[in-house]
């Protein structure tokens, strides 16, 4: 057993003792219902090594985490013209908010808030119905982990679209300074679907391995991204990846990383390593407490943040 | 020569012949008057070894770069209770906004906001009179650079303290939430002479070494800050170091990095070098338009980016 | 002819030959196609007698000014608890500001901003499908004006629907805070076809007489509201009747009064007249220019001005 | 005696006996330390005849309400041209709000929020000492209620400009856009002095005739404004009289109002009469609670509602 692989499971059974877990979010049934003990994490090495403790094999809702990936597909539909449509600060407030958008006119601050996601998944859509949109994210996110089970959890989608109003208030008004192309329930219903997506630590941190390695799949060589793309898309996450709590993040983990509210969190090492963790219970920015908490102790006994000196 | 050596040439000969220089700031004589067509740029490598270019070595105004120094002491004076009065998020507003610390009660979102700025002065005043403050500053910054030569702009301090009225008014607003314990008058005072420091891109970069050296000097081995708070402190930069444009500057950029209205940046690359440019002219962010061009271009040759993989 | 009759046709003809017309509404095709040439006006004294001049019975499109029937309407359903789910403030904003909503919790700031009028039309539907609430609207304000013709104009309703992604994010926005109990879309079905009411001046004036004789039809006799209620819509028009520009028409006329986006303003002088002008040009608050300047003659040459003396 | 005088003593006894009295002004220690139980009246009726109950014959500290007096004095000094420094719309927020003036430049919403009263008291200094500026204040009210033993309470004036870091801020902001011409220090002289005048309610309701009569003092003849004057300070404060409460005083009370943070309130009934309550307990928004209430059944038992039918 090499150290890190004892530094994780150190850091999974100082996680499953821990006894301030935060609070699962509670706006729709299925994340409410989730039991808060659990805690996984998974990280996997730029050779490939996998270390995965504690729940680190049970599939969650990923929720905003989905934006990483629905931004690179966007990306890759559009290129740089994108950025016309979204901005790249980070917000000041919170991942809902709707004054932004008015005073900047439509304009989502950046592609990791609601807003902003929702413009991406406004792209998506191009010239597609809505399921092929969906469909092509499966299939993207089900390549880059090299998993074929991953699927996206209808229950969770359909609770989402129910009391969804908040979205649709923030498309609807996006679509009166013409900042969205398609009928806001379509719009929707490809976001609502890529939040559901479903998986596990271990899918995730396989997902994310490209953000680590220079915007390549180190499994199949093949690229995803350009490396300059992928840098980008790693300054985004640093910056905006934790909504109104990005500083924060920055501040105590020192990686990029994007959370969502089901309590997962992608983080990546360039370089080094990808790395998923995953705690239902949130903090009082909406991101995950132990979550956040393990990705603190994994870099401070590992010396990985990015803000650390290089040997 | 070393190719990092022609790779700074090369830079400061492209910036000389570049036409799209920006705006100085206008808003007192002192800066006004300067030349836009001036450019320089220095690079400290980890080992020491300086690459300078341009008018590397002409003194400027260091403006807002001063906050990354008044922070450290401050931090090393009061430690991390200092978070208490100040924040660590992105303000996703202007630098000299005055709406955020309404919603926040006085407390401002971090401490490279002038608002910020404001309370780390405040600190610094601790139960001394604002002459010893300024000269605890500025002993700070030779120390740090190893140079008796840097001084504060006299000039550029009296023109700030005749027109600083919205500063006075950010002291004011948050003497009213109990978030300033000095007078307004003594807290600028301090405000304004470390914002008129004056010092050469050399000076600047070679002041900046303890932040790409894990909180050493590495000329000395003094332990400036600890590993820890210097990683944090980069953290900050790269997160809050541009005011409303920190997104853009990590995005095209990658480095933690903090701006100052005179045209300045430093810039850190954990472990490898410290950097500073200078032109005067500033982008509609009020960030130098050609400092974040020329540190785009040094980070693109010499794969620094902190978002790239570690080899 | 008496003095009134005279200062009326006077203004009228003034008003015809006015340079500075101010630009129409552009936002529907059927606003924007209105000859800006056009100015009515009628005058309904309280004992009857009617003053119309210009193009005093030409139908327009009453847009806002339905707010004040359908408030009235509200409060006749559900009585003052209708105050529990919109303020009775002037808002500091644009008539279409989503801002103060999240602020202050989905609770509009009045019922004359677009928000407010959304939650009145939804306690209109109360149990009635959208046909029959806006049956009944029809009905109370032909009745009002004692005029069978006032229709409801359906080109009007649908070029709103069609493009009224602003008030379809204001109304889910609110929905999202629980102060709406219908489906967007059948609330905006009502909310539209109220503001597509097509009347004249003299129709409009008809309609407001009994918040100008204490809460009764002076005609029929019949009370509409208490005569607490007549003064407390009163209160309300003056207050909050023109949008961001509500203080100004205050200080310039000192009547309450509601304007329209068509170009309409209803204002009353109690006791004294039901007043109605109309001419399309819109001045930068989104207020009838020349309707603004047309009232402010007539209540400098009437003395009609609530802040004026009473003899 | 008649039946005013009945309804007015009836009203003072009511107040005495009221259980919820609201919550005195606790910012400064003179305001703090007023007897909540107090309650005072003066109703001054066009021809002259006084009505005065409970602790009407008592001295508090009018605060804002000279905001009232300031204005029409700065009107006289330079006309309308104020209103190029100074908005005349509702602010839809706190009386000590900062974000709007970010919003809006530095120019004030309107002259009865504190920013707006600043540039008032800005123009009234003019070319003159600030001693001799509140000098000119205090001859002018007392001219106004006739009565030479109207004072300014300097205990109250040191107690302001001692915490009064909210307005310096405010100060010193409008100074950042030049919208303040003399130095904030200055200016909050005279504006603290004004607010710390001292006035009985008979005082106030006597200071207050002028604009009961159309501009003219009734009992000197003197015009002090013109009458298109008198009428448009009576839409001010009617539409901006009572900070973020004005919607609520105009639909509960309906007469044109100031309050003050001392618990006093001026209100004018236009030819009829002009009238004064306190009570030190303040309500939710800053404005007395029993002031309102008095001034609410005094409306209900007279009809002197300006928006009830004249007849």
Redesign the interface.
Known sequence: MTDLSAIVSEIAAEMAAAPDRGTPASYIPPLASVDPARFGIAVIE?DGTAHVAGDGDMPFSIQSISKVFSLTLALGAVGDQLWTRV???????AFN???????EHGIP??PFINAGAIVTSDILLGRNAPREAIGEMLRFVRALAGDEAIFIDETVARAEQDTG??N??????M??FGNLHHP?EHVLGVYFHHCALAMSCRQLALAGRYL???GINPETGRSIVS?QR???I???M???GHY?????F??RV?L?GKSGVGGGILAVA???ASIAVWSPGLNERGNSQLGTLALERLVARTGW???????
């Not at 649709?168 to 008004?173: K, Q, S, V």
């Not at 109104?244 to 924060?248: A, Q």
Request: include cysteine; aromatic fraction near 6%.
């Open positions: 730029a901005g790249r600060e980070p917000s000041g407030s908010s709707i004054v932004q958008l008015e005073t601050r950046n109003y908040r649709m208030a923030l498309a609807n008004y679509r009166a806001a680590m390695a220079g490396a992928a840098r980008r790693n300054a985004l640093l910056t905006c109104d709590g990005s500083g924060e920055a501040f020192g990029p360039p370089g080094i943040s990015i803000f650390e000196p290089r040997g």
